[in-house]
């Protein structure tokens, strides 16, 4: 079991002991661990972080090495050993296949699911020069950012988001790119000097969203989370999600997808929500990108994205995707 150590306590009303919500220590978790926290107090539960140690935490290996599998098994395994009753994650990090011991109860409404570039002197990624170091070691950036044609050189990347940073504030890298969601997370969206539209590069898969999970048979738990959920985000990750799932890639894949909740008119001139999907396959030189996009109901949202994968498949997407990344180990596709 990993080594889980009490961060913050509540102040106790009742002999009812707090909600245990398990997290990695690093800021960005603890913020994010730390806003499902403060809503369930705010609606007059006790609730106080754990904070789980992995492998992954001290290892300065490249994600694709030791598996971003790392970080939420060791969650998952606090919570099926009892020792949190909530694990907080990054949805985008969890493996496509339901695991039956646990539920996603909630998932809070979405933060800008873009990527964002952190550049030196101010620089949008197009007033970069030819040979500019930027960094990051995601296969999907990767491929999107070698796919515009820029001649940036792409250095690898590991680290905290404030490890990130200072590289470039250092001078060791003349930009970064990583989720904006973050950065706004921990309070830095100061530090970007360009938010990365879909049409240049399409987010991976759940990007910016929560998962809040919990034991399946915590029936009141459940009920409690929620209260936490936002029925579009889970529709859009879900047919994020599915797409990913569908085309048996891992979550390193150089796969992109978006969903957004817009609106539209029915038959009858009414105003209905529906689910905008985008979603691309990319080859890891950046040789080709294939794109596709689709439109349907939120209640069909898996159905919406395991029938766009199918239209990548088709247009060739699985020529693009190296071994490396089609039918990964489990652990490769957390």
């Not at 603890?30 to 926290?37: D, I, S």
């Not at 170091?133 to 995601?138: D, K, V």
């Not at 001078?171 to 969206?189: F, K, M, T």
């Not at 390193?252 to 008119?265: K, R, Y």
């Amino acid at each position: 079991m990993t080594e889980a150590i009490v961060q913050e306590t509540t102040e106790r009303g009742s002999v009812t002991a707090p909600w245990r919500i398990g997290t990695r220590g690093s800021l960005l978790a603890l913020t994010q661990a730390g806003t499902v926290r403060d809503a369930l107090i705010a609606a007059g539960q006790q609730a106080e972080l754990v904070i789980v140690k992995t492998a992954g935490d001290q290892s300065s290996d490249p994600v694709q090495k030791i598996g971003v599998g790392v970080f939420t098994t060791a969650l998952r395994d606090e919570l099926a050993a009892g020792t949190i009753d909530i694990a907080v994650h990054s949805y985008k990090d969890l493996p496509t296949a339901p695991d039956p011991r646990f539920t996603i109860a909630a998932v809070p409404p979405r933060e800008d699911a873009r990527d964002a570039v952190v550049a030196r002197d101010g620089l949008v990624l197009g007033e970069l020069p030819p040979g500019a170091r930027i960094g990051t070691s995601a296969p999907r950036r990767v491929a999107q950012l070698r796919a515009l044609g820029l001649g940036l050189d792409i250095v690898p990347l590991r680290g905290n988001l404030d490890t990130r940073l200072r590289k470039v504030a250092e001078g060791e890298l003349d930009a970064v790119v990583v989720a904006r969601a973050g950065l706004s997370r921990i309070d830095r969206l100061d530090a970007v000097t360009e938010a990365l539209e879909p049409v240049q590069m399409l987010p991976a898969p759940a990007q910016g969203a929560l998962a809040v999970e919990c034991r399946r048979e915590d029936g009141d738990l459940v009920t409690i989370l929620s209260a936490l959920d936002d029925s579009g985000t889970r529709a859009a990750v879900l047919a994020e999600r599915s797409l990913l799932a569908e085309l048996e890639a891992g979550c390193t894949a150089p796969v992109g997808a978006l969903a957004e909740v817009v609106e539209s008119l029915d038959d009858d001139g009414r105003v209905v929500e529906e689910l905008s999907l985008r979603g691309c396959a990319a080859a890891i030189d950046g040789s080709d990108v294939i794109r596709a996009s689709a439109v349907g109901s939120l209640a069909n949202a898996e159905q919406l994205g395991r029938a766009l994968a199918r239209e990548l498949l088709e247009l060739g997407a699985r020529d693009l995707l190296s071994e490396d990344f089609i039918n990964p180990s489990p652990m490769e596709n957390e």
